[in-house]
């Protein structure tokens, strides 16, 4: 997407370089833009926390305490890769500015922002057993992907400071609806061997997919620098509030040649377990609430895509 966007870049410049420079004031100005935005979608990245805790519980807490009384002889773990929060995000977008003044002007735009974060973590549990044999557990999760999406049209108000012929100075505050999706997805797998032999084999694949309306409030300051009197180019940074506080969609379970489909609401779902090695007690973003699940429901989820931007874009006045 990076290079599809700058390949644009060039083609617009080149394309309106061969106009002649305009004679007057400019009414009109198109912007194209694109940039980073660091973000931090807590409830998203739950599915993440969710695994990485279950397979301590699951597998390290018991194994350490199985050694440490005497129920087991020893416990070997390796892990390749890990799981990968969502923390940056790729927003760009274009905007029709319309200058009521020569420093003061009103935008339609339209953003878009996406991220797909995507972990391969192996997990090889080896056991040794008081009579000497040894089980081995698999566990792959290749891959579970957290991926995200959302597009805004947007109003604005500009106001900039000339410094030179230039170089001016501009502050803005841009905001509309925010229309977004999300979806997890996770292919999953256990295999457990005794002494070499292949005792269990599973796996399946999930994936939950929601969608829904919020709000965006962006703001910042930026630098414009004119190359020609009609073209230019400027650097913005601020900070984006993208928020959507309902979703919901479908999601599907496919295991052993079974399809199981749903639809529901998006929220956070309580995981819970007391054993007698220990406690595990978190929550995960889910839409599944069939059956005793519903019962598990913590409080509602929220799409949170807002954070610090950073964009580069060119302008042409006309």
Not at 195 to 224: C, F, H, I, P, W
Request: aromatic share 16%; net charge neutral.
């Amino acid at each position: 997407m990076k290079k599809v966007f700058l390949l644009v870049i060039l083609m617009v410049l080149m394309v309106i370089s061969i106009f002649p420079e305009e004679k007057g004031k400019r009414r009109f100005q198109v912007e194209l833009y694109g940039g980073g935005s660091w973000l931090n979608p807590e409830d998203l990245n739950s599915r993440h926390e969710l695994y990485k805790q279950s397979e301590e519980f699951w597998n390290d807490d018991l194994y350490t305490f199985a050694v440490n009384n005497g129920y087991i002889s020893s416990f070997d773990k390796i892990r390749e890769g890990e799981f990968k929060n969502m923390t940056f995000a790729l927003p760009f977008g274009f905007r029709l500015k319309y200058f009521l003044f020569e420093s003061f002007a009103l935008s339609l735009g339209f953003k878009y922002v996406s991220k797909s974060q995507a972990s391969d973590v192996f997990y090889r549990y080896t056991l040794g057993l008081n009579n000497g044999a040894e089980i081995v557990d698999t566990v792959e999760y290749q891959p579970l992907t957290v991926s995200t999406g959302g597009y805004i049209p947007m109003i604005g108000i500009h106001v900039e400071k000339k410094i030179t012929g230039s170089l001016g100075v501009e502050a803005y505050v841009t905001g509309g609806p925010l229309f977004a999706t999300c979806k997890i997805g996770i292919n999953y797998f256990f295999g457990e061997t005794i002494n070499g032999n292949t005792m269990e084999q599973t796996g399946y694949y999930q994936e939950q997919k929601g969608s829904g309306t919020g709000y965006a409030l962006d703001g910042g300051v930026r630098v414009n620098i004119k190359i020609r009197n009609t073209i230019g180019v400027f650097l913005e940074g601020g900070y984006a509030l993208q928020v959507v506080n309902k979703l919901s969609g479908p999601g599907k379970h496919i295991q052993d040649g079974t399809t199981d489909q749903w639809e529901g609401d998006w929220g956070l779902k309580e995981y819970s377990y007391s054993r007698y090695w220990g406690t595990i007690d978190t929550v995960y973003a889910s839409n599944y609430w069939q059956g005793a699940d519903q019962d598990r429901w913590v409080r509602g989820f929220k799409l949170d895509l807002s954070g610090y931007q950073v964009r580069i874009g060119i302008f042409y006045g006309f």
